[in-house]
């Protein structure tokens, strides 16, 4: 999910503080809220595109890891200061971004931002737009100069239209366009965005070792066609070409 978190100093000194190298266990970060890329299923275990997607990750790596939910509001900090390896929540690659962690090669290609209206004839450029917080569609809004209401998850941001505070949602569309489809009263409007450069793995930059060897396993499901299979079956967005 395209999500934008802003840098501050502390994080930079977090990082001088994380644990670096390789782990007997490799903990992967995600929030676990945010369908289908990652979320609870009624078992109390993640699931989703992110979690099949990690767990091959590992596997192909020779790794042994175990899954970790944090809310999206401190999930980069809570990277920095050690207490996971390895974000894997739509986290989409950004220069800010890049300017306190590191990210692997992506695993996926930009997906689209959608608009979830209350009605067909709503323009963003006019209306109240929710999103959620530090994100890159909050930040597209705010830039924009547009209203923006944020939000600390996207369930609110969906609320927020359904009970009328917001005119509108601005999200990736393989998260809305399932909302759309079971709910009558809201529509995607035709209107879409393209922000941000792609999702990739979140890593702290001293952990330059997990990193490679992320980045081979994820050339190497590009190239036999098993990431493609993933984001067929979860409808994330575009396959990649063929290597």
């Known amino acids: 999910m395209n999500k934008l978190i802003l840098t501050t100093a502390s994080l930079a000194l977090f990082a001088s503080m994380a644990a ?17 890329w990652n979320f609870i299923n009624d078992s109390g275990e993640v699931d989703g595109f992110e979690r099949e997607l990690g767990d091959q990750l590992c ?3 020779g ?4 899954w970790v939910t944090n ?3 401190s999930i980069i900090p809570n990277l920095v200061s050690g207490n996971y390896d390895v974000i894997i929540a739509g986290m989409s690659i950004t220069d800010e971004r890049e300017e306190v962690i590191d990210f692997s090669e992506n695993y996926t290609q930009p997906d689209p931002s959608a608009y979830l209206a209350a009605s067909p004839d709503v323009d963003p450029a006019n209306a109240v737009i929710a999103a959620q917080a530090s994100t890159i569609q909050a930040a597209f809004i705010a ?13 609110e941001t969906i609320a927020a239209v359904r009970n009328g ?3 509108a949602v601005l999200a990736d569309k393989s998260y809305l366009a399932p909302v759309a489809e079971e709910d009558s009263g809201l529509v995607m409007l035709e209107q879409e965005e393209l922000i941000g450069g792609g999702v990739g793995l979140g890593l702290r930059e001293s952990d330059g070792e997990l990193k490679a060897k992320f980045d081979a396993v994820i050339s190497e499901m590009k190239c036999d066609g098993s990431l493609n299979a993933l984001i067929e079956k979860w409808e994330i967005g575009e396959a990649f070409p063929d290597c």
Do not use: M, Q
Request: net charge negative; charged share 30%.
């Open 20 to 36: 670096a190298g390789s782990h007997s266990v490799t903990r992967l970060g995600t929030e676990g809220a945010y369908p289908p």
């Open 59 to 61: 596997e192909r790596a």
């Open 63 to 66: 790794l042994t890891c175990e």
């Open 71 to 73: 809310e999206w509001d």
């Open 143 to 155: 830039e924009k100069g547009w209203t923006l209401l944020e939000f600390a998850t996207p369930e």
């Open 165 to 167: 505070e917001a005119d």
